[in-house]
């Protein structure tokens, strides 16, 4: 193991994590809204850590859908013991160990392991020290990462259950292949950007008059890549479909999600039947954790020139392991909560890479986009070093919450130059739609009730 310089932040400790229940009332226009998610009130569980011998704060949190936010508020208090009183020196010289530490709690990890509540309670946690970490070194975290040494990127990932797939030395040897040529992406990311597709047209909620307005303005803006729900209905889907290939052409990007709804051969017949429309893959067709299923879907529809993309709800490392191995999908789509935060993302995107599939983040939602941009320029920076067959999701609401809001160039991802993980929340967005006391719950405004 090469020797690496110690760090600078031993001595600085976590005094204190505070929660918030942060829910806006997304449902009410039904932005957001899919086939199985017909009426989300897309929110968040908020984390702030506190910190005695700096002035430094980490701001993290994991996205959930309005009900249930309490539950991963409450894992998040479950597991502050774990944290509370830690070093940072200590936790970022051995990031890898802290976050088994933190998973795998031998009473709390019954009620994981690594999945549910409990994993999103533990990236909401995590991603608030990679915050705290890149803020001490005064860097957006996209910046701090390309600086650090292969072998401390490696030491922030726990290998175990994925050393079949990839080990500590594959991922050190993929990491320092990917410092050749480092700088040169960096200029190149810094004036172009990094390529996006825009979801904010095509919810399922959307009539047909709005999803046209909607299609045409983002055309007017140029944007070229387009994703879909799809999943209510055959013909709805076919109606709807039609309507978007008239305002798109079909020389821009088509892409469809289905959010899980279907059962395996279902997917592969409902898809059979919108083939016509040449969409580019279809996203989460089946349950997440069927791996085998997702292989059978992609068999089926390889022949029809459409690729199967999933992620965003696969629970951990493990499941991704295993959608590699079993050639079940063409598109890695990482979550930054979903996932252990970039600890398990890392891993991720280095198996992502030893078996040849682009990684295509997940965003949208709360603080998503930020979030998931900084994953895709370390995957262009340090690990596949291009942005060929490679896309950004991008949607276009709540950004106006966070101090630094993601920044476009075009349809273009451009980098942040502010230190940190970048999901600081303004404090009067926390106050105002805090849940259940903040003005817009608290002024009779009700949470949705479902269909």
Known sequence: MADLPVLPHFGITIKQLV?????FPTSQLLDGSDAMHTDPDYSCAYVVLETQGSTCEGHGLTFTLGKGTEVVIAAIQALQHLVIGQDCGKIFSNFGQFYRSLTSESQIRWIGPEKG??????????????????????????????????????????????????????????LRKGKIGIENRIALLQENGYPAYSTSCGWLGYDSDLLRQKLRAFIAEGWTRFKVKVGSSVEDDIRRLTIVREEIGWERLLMVDANQKWDVQESIEWMQKLAHFKPLWIEEPTSPDDVLGHATIAAALKPLGIAVATGEQC??????????????????QIDTCRLGSLNEILAVILMAHKFKIPVCPHAGGVGLCELAQHMAFFDFLQVSCTTENRVLEYVEHLHEHFFEPIRMKGQSYLPPTQPGYLVGMRPESIARFGFPNGPTWRGGLKPSTGL
Do not use: M
């Open 117 to 174: 509540a409990l994993h999103l309670a533990s990236a909401a946690i995590l991603n608030a020290l990679w915050d705290l970490w890149a803020k001490l070194e005064g860097k957006p975290l996209w910046r701090l990462l390309a600086d650090l040494e292969p072998e401390r990127i490696a030491d922030c990932i726990d290998f175990r259950y994925i050393t079949d797939a990839l080990t500590r030395a594959e991922a050190i040897e993929i």
């Open 315 to 332: 629970a951990n490392r493990v499941i991704f392991k295993q959608l590699l191995q079993a050639n079940a999908i063409s598109y890695c």
């Open 19 to 23: 929660t918030h229940d942060v829910r």
